[in-house]
C-alpha cells in the first residue's frame, strides 16, 4: 500500500505563505488523482482542492480559488499545496490523499490512502 506522510504545515500571520507537501516514500504513485482536504475542529473534513496525476488539470474549492495552487512532480512522488493569501479561516488539519481512479473527486469516500495530517495555524 502506498503509505503518505504530510509535512510544511506551521503557524503562520494573516496574509502569509505556506507550501504543504506529500510523499510517498520508495514508490512512484499509480493513483488516478492526488487530493488535499482538511478539518477544523468541531466541523467535518472538507475538500480543499485535487490534481489529476497523469494529465495533471487541476480543481479546487470556491474558498481557496485564487490563494492555494496543488502541483505534483513525478520523479519525486510528491504533491505540494502553496498556500497564499491565508486568513484565520484556513486554519486546520490538512490531509493529503490518493485516489484510485473510481468515485468523486470532491468528497473523501473516494480516496482510499490517507495522510497523518499536518496542522497549519493562521492567525489574525
Known amino acids: 500500500q502506498v503509505q503518505l506522510v504530510e509535512s510544511g504545515g506551521g503557524l503562520v500571520q494573516a496574509g502569509g505563505s505556506l507550501r504543504l507537501s506529500c510523499a510517498a516514500p520508495?514508490?512512484?504513485?499509480?493513483?488516478?488523482?492526488m487530493g488535499w482536504f482538511r478539518q477544523a475542529p468541531g466541523k467535518e473534513r472538507e475538500f480543499v482542492a485535487t490534481?489529476?496525476?497523469?494529465?495533471?488539470?487541476?480543481f479546487y474549492a470556491d474558498s481557496v480559488k485564487g490563494r492555494f495552487t496543488i502541483s505534483r512532480d513525478n520523479a519525486k512522488n510528491t504533491v505540494y499545496l502553496q498556500m497564499d493569501s491565508l486568513k484565520p479561516e484556513d486554519t486546520a488539519v490538512y490531509y493529503c490523499?490518493?485516489?484510485?481512479?473510481?468515485?468523486?473527486?470532491?468528497?473523501?469516500?473516494?480516496?482510499?490512502?490517507w495522510g497523518q495530517g499536518t496542522q497549519v495555524t493562521v492567525s489574525s
Open positions: 520508495g514508490r512512484t504513485f499509480s493513483s488516478y488523482a
Open positions: 490523499a490518493a485516489h484510485s481512479g473510481s468515485g468523486n473527486l470532491y468528497y473523501t469516500n473516494g480516496y482510499n490512502y
Open positions: 490534481i489529476r496525476w497523469s494529465y495533471g488539470d487541476t
